[in-house]
């Protein structure tokens, strides 16, 4: 019985995926699904990373994973947020490093407050479909944030520039007197000099008792001038208000009174007591209080009206409205829907008597089944046997379905326990994607392995560099400390040269033993190599034979139809 193909040799025809070595012997690298939408969304990613100012997309020599990778690298940077990466000589990374890249980038995204959820296996596994949003958003936030940083460089490179220099239309001259100006002599000609300076229009009498007689009277003005201001003011707000017009206009009368008596008391403040005059002006003040009050709810209610006849006039315009529409309507089909609207008025009225009916016949059958009921106990003999007999055939029916539900629902189980364990069975697709993962955690831990290895082996070499150089110091101070002592005599430089020369004798010999030693790895190694290459060419020669096999295979499917289809003409 011949054994079942693996399942691992049959691929799915829209993916590739890689074995570990072609018939030539060079390793394959795992790839991805390569569709036409796969492609369109790359093209896509790579012009909106040109179009935001990242040209190293157009680069041929990049695989898709650094455009990609390196893009998102590169925005992520843009929006002032940092990663811990450095794309610039690590193109080409192997799926170990690839892997910690994709997830430092991930990391970062819900930083940024990213809305697209991304995975690093996603990145490394090159689905563009889902890195398409995430490049599309990263791009938006690199152009805003270089948008935002060059109003802020435009406005911090304006300011240090008003700093240092100002612009010729920009300068204010400065008014200074003329050291050669004759010196004013008398007050008033300074004062008078003072206020042109600052661009008053003044002018002064030839004397100060001329001026004090004026004093009261620019006073009166000034308080006219408020009167009259007053009364505009009031004109203004009873033409706003519109309505209790008299009234305002004698509120407002009142104060421009009241305002008339306040600056005749202010005017004999000087010549009557101080207190008097507080208290007028605090009555004053309270009755203004008082009218502005009372003006304030009169003007509340005028509000509310105009309000009112506002909804009021809307409400006329709508029903105005609505009149034309209904001028304007087919009068048949105003008909029409009366009648429509009549019709469904009988028809519900039709149906509660109908209600109304079904109830009162529905009493009517209830009561002449209890009528009945009294009636049925008097039945013959015969009825009493042919009811057992109803009753008996009626309970080994029941018998027989509860028989047939337990057996259904035994059956229901054993279908259950059934789809389970075919759904335990993985689908050939999943056990593609088992296999691709499969090489991919295979690769990834030859990877580790192999640079595990090689920290082993450098510890290993430097531990022994740092014995060996332990021991080399310990012998020179040793030579150090009894040299002078090994000097004094003949005899002590004898024996101190004896002990050098055998001290450099176990030198050389150990020296010989690593040499030899060095030599037996070399030759283990070219051994290991040419069993290595031997290994190669049997698994091209098996590759070959496969190919070979496969073609005869499929020859002989042709001439299997060829046959067929003669035989069968």
Known sequence: MAAPPSV?????????????????????????REDEEQSVKLSEI?????????????????????????????????CN?????????????????????TEKIVSVLPKMKCPHCLEPHQIQGLDYIHIFPVIQWLVKRAIETREE??????????????KTHRLPECSVGKYRRQKDAGELLDEESRVHSTLLEYGRKASL???SQAAAPRMPDLLDQDRLQVVEEGKLTASAVGQIVGLQSEEIKQIVSEYAEKLADRSVLERSERYGPLQQHRRAVASLNKQIEQKTKELDEH?????????????????????KSLDELEEQADIGL????????????????????????????MARLQQNIEELNPVSGQDTEEEKERNQLIEKQHSTDREKLQKIRLLMARRNREIAILQRKIDEVPSRAELTQYQKRFIELYSQVSATHKETKQFFTLYNTLDDKKVYLEKEVNLLNSIHDNFHQAMSSSAAREQFLRQMEQIVEGIKQSRIKMEKKK?????????????????????????KTVKDFKEECRKNEMLLSKLRAKGAS
């Open 8 to 32: 691992f040799h049959r691929v799915r025809s829209g993916s590739k995926v890689g074995a570990q070595y072609d018939q030539d012997g060079n390793l394959i690298q795992v790839e991805t």
């Open 46 to 78: 790579l012009e909106l990373l040109l179009a935001a100012g990242y040209f190293r997309a157009r680069i041929k020599g990049l695989s898709p994973f650094d455009k990609v990778v390196g893009g998102m690298t590169w925005c992520i940077t843009t």
């Open 81 to 101: 947020f940092d990663i811990d990466v450095d794309l610039l000589f690590q193109e080409n990374s192997t799926i170990g490093q690839k892997i910690a890249l």
């Open 149 to 162: 940083m060059g109003d802020y460089v435009r406005a911090y490179s304006i300011s240090q520039f008003q």
């Open 205 to 207: 009498a030839s004397g």
């Open 299 to 319: 003007w509340q209610t005028v509000c509310a009206s105009c309000q009112a006849n506002e909804h009021s006039k809307k409400v006329v315009r709508e029903l």
């Open 334 to 361: 105003l008909e029409k829907l009366s009648a429509l609207v009549t019709t469904n008025e009988n028809l519900k009225q039709q149906e509660q008597e109908f209600r109304t009916h079904c109830r009162d016949e």
């Open 519 to 543: 030599q037996e790895n070399k030759m283990r190694r070219d051994q290991l190599n040419d069993e290595y290459l031997e290994l190669l060419d049997k698994q091209r020669l098996y590759f």
